[in-house]
């Protein structure tokens, strides 16, 4: 069982303005709850324009959808030149947009396969991240990439998958040793197994839904698999002051599941969800 939700603070962002990829659904949709709870301003940019809409229409005037594809350098650009011309500044991007995908061995991977995830995946985030710059350096500001733990212990049938997280993992430090002097951190999480939509709609397609439901339990070792607003509560600590001195982290929200998985799943998991 599920341990009980704290309350969500109403300060710890305020007056910060925020740009969440993939934010209309999932992770990023709870990443922007949280933020607009604890008093930011967030653009929630993504490619479903229905579901931003919706959110944004939730959640009152601190936020705006924008259509976004984040593998598109003017796509992206244009976002962040909308941002800053809306509430002149930016203070926090969250890389959240990504794909899980085809799930497959390298062998079982095709070219137009292996380019669509390094573009939505990693692309992405280097681009989100070259356009805020100039931005974040002004504002002292931050980046949160949502990474993924197949990207750290490795991943059965997701190895491009595993890659460009593990890819987005080196980045991190490596723009944290770069910017650090310019006051901009730079943080990622790896999350194991999140209960969004997609994880959902994946178990009922299984053949043995309960067996994949006990499977998501043992990989974690606080024995459940959580929902999305417990990866956001941690997002919003690193994007706040609280975590000031915190950069180049690559911090697993995992449940212990990098302490070893206690799973004797009579099974091979053909899609696994990040």
């Known amino acids: 069982m599920n341990p009980a939700r704290p309350a969500p603070r109403n300060d710890r962002l305020a007056g910060r303005v925020a740009l969440v990829?993939?934010?209309?659904?999932?992770?990023?949709?709870?990443?922007?709850?949280?933020?607009?709870?604890?008093?930011?301003?967030?653009?929630?940019?993504?490619?479903?324009?229905?579901?931003g809409e919706a959110l944004c229409a939730s959640l009152g005037p601190?936020?705006?959808?924008?259509?976004?594809d984040v593998a598109d350098a003017d796509s992206f650009r244009a976002a962040i030149q909308d941002l800053v011309a809306?509430?002149?500044?930016?203070?926090?991007?969250?890389?959240n947009a990504g794909i899980a995908l085809p799930a497959e061995t390298v062998q079982h991977t095709t070219l137009p396969?292996?380019?669509?995830?390094?573009?939505?995946?990693?692309?992405?985030?280097?681009?989100?991240?070259?356009?805020?710059?100039?931005?974040l350096?002004?504002?002292?500001?931050?980046?949160?990439?949502?990474?993924?733990m197949a990207g750290v212990t490795?991943?059965?049938?997701?190895?491009?998958?595993?890659?460009?997280?593990?890819?987005?993992n080196a980045l991190t430090k490596c723009a944290a040793v770069d910017w650090g002097r310019e006051g901009i951190r730079i943080n990622a999480l790896c999350p194991a197994g999140v209960r969004t939509d997609t994880l959902r709609a994946w178990i009922a397609t299984q053949p043995d839904a309960a067996g994949i439901e006990t499977y998501l339990r043992q990989i974690h070792a606080l024995g459940y698999c959580p929902e999305p607003d417990e990866i956001a509560t941690v997002a919003a600590f690193l994007c706040s002051d609280e975590a000031r001195f915190i950069t180049g982290c690559i911090l697993p929200v995992?449940?212990?599941s990098e302490c070893g998985y206690n799973v004797h799943a009579p099974f091979s998991l053909a899609d696994p969800q990040s």
Do not use: M
């Open 21 to 51: 990829t993939g934010g209309a659904a999932g992770i990023g949709a709870a990443i922007v709850r949280q933020f607009v709870a604890e008093g930011a301003r967030v653009l929630v940019g993504d490619r479903d324009q229905p579901r």
């Open 62 to 68: 601190a936020t705006v959808f924008r259509a976004l």
């Open 86 to 95: 809306r509430w002149g500044r930016l203070d926090i991007l969250v890389n």
């Open 113 to 135: 396969q292996f380019e669509q995830l390094i573009d939505v995946n990693l692309r992405s985030v280097f681009l989100g991240c070259k356009f805020a710059h100039p931005h």
């Open 137 to 148: 350096r002004a504002a002292r500001g931050c980046v949160l990439n949502i990474s993924s």
């Open 154 to 168: 490795g991943q059965e049938r997701h190895a491009v998958y595993g890659a460009t997280k593990g890819a987005i």
């Open 254 to 256: 995992s449940g212990g």
